[in-house]
């Protein structure tokens, strides 16, 4: 795992783990500082991650997308430290198996994404990979993404905006309303508006049968 960030092996590689959960912490400290020469260095805000950023220059960043600090505090910490490092390995930790957020996270800078229940081996190839310079999704979120642009899999009246993909990806991880508004940073109203539009445009008859239809829609069936 030896890239143009490394330094020598006496030297531990720095992992910074922008996370507000403890448990997530202590296991990658568990997985992967036994495994490799590393120090795991561990964050609970995107302001804090930008800062230790900015005085131990890490040779990898780990980020969850959705901190209790702000609902929107990972996506925008990968746009800022890709803006101003090209080069920093980034990889996304999130428990939400969203293609829409995934996309957004990969479209903002990130190398990679991870869901947090995957195990130890994954994780390993996972860093192994963004440290080298490469990519890595997990492979059933790579597909959904992947399908999510392939033209000609769903007819016009069911394309959806960006607001309402964004909307319908937090449907069909079984989030409450007031749930999806907190995260996307909008009214419960909005979000009760979009339903109501979600399931005229792909002809859901209730709440659990868009998320049928919403599962289906980022599958590209």
């Known amino acids: 795992m030896m890239n143009s960030r490394s ?3 006496a030297q531990p590689r720095r ?9 997530v912490i202590e296991g990658w400290r568990s997985i992967v500082e036994t495994r490799v020469n590393c120090e795991v260095i561990p964050v609970i805000s995107a302001l804090e991650g930008w800062k230790i950023w900015r005085t131990r220059r890490p040779d990898l960043m780990v980020i969850d ?3 209790a600090d702000n609902k929107t505090a990972g996506i925008k910490l990968i746009d800022r430290l890709r803006l101003l ?6 990889l996304v ?6 293609p829409v957020l995934a996309r957004r996270a990969l479209h903002a ?3 990679g994404v991870l869901n947090k229940d995957a195990p130890a081996s994954e994780i390993m190839t996972a860093l192994d990979e963004v440290l080298r310079g490469g990519h890595y ?7 959904q993404i992947a399908l999510m642009n392939v033209p000609g899999k769903r007819s016009t009246s069911t394309r959806l905006t960006a607001r309402e993909e964004e909307i319908l990806g937090l449907i069909t991880e079984g989030l409450a309303y007031r749930e999806i508004a907190d995260r996307a940073c909008i009214s419960y109203k909005t979000v009760s508006n979009v339903s109501l539009v979600l399931r005229e445009k792909l002809g859901a008859n209730s709440l659990a049968d868009l998320v049928v239809k919403g599962i289906r829609y ?4």
């Open 7 to 9: 330094r020598p092996d």
């Open 218 to 221: 980022f599958e590209g069936i």
């Open 65 to 67: 997308l959705q901190l």
């Open 137 to 143: 999704v997990e492979s059933r979120l790579a597909t």
């Open 109 to 111: 800078g990130a190398n």
């Open 85 to 90: 490092d090209p080069t920093l390995p980034i």
């Open 93 to 98: 930790f999130s428990m939400h198996r969203s």
């Open 15 to 23: 992992i910074v783990v922008v996370d507000d959960h403890p448990v």
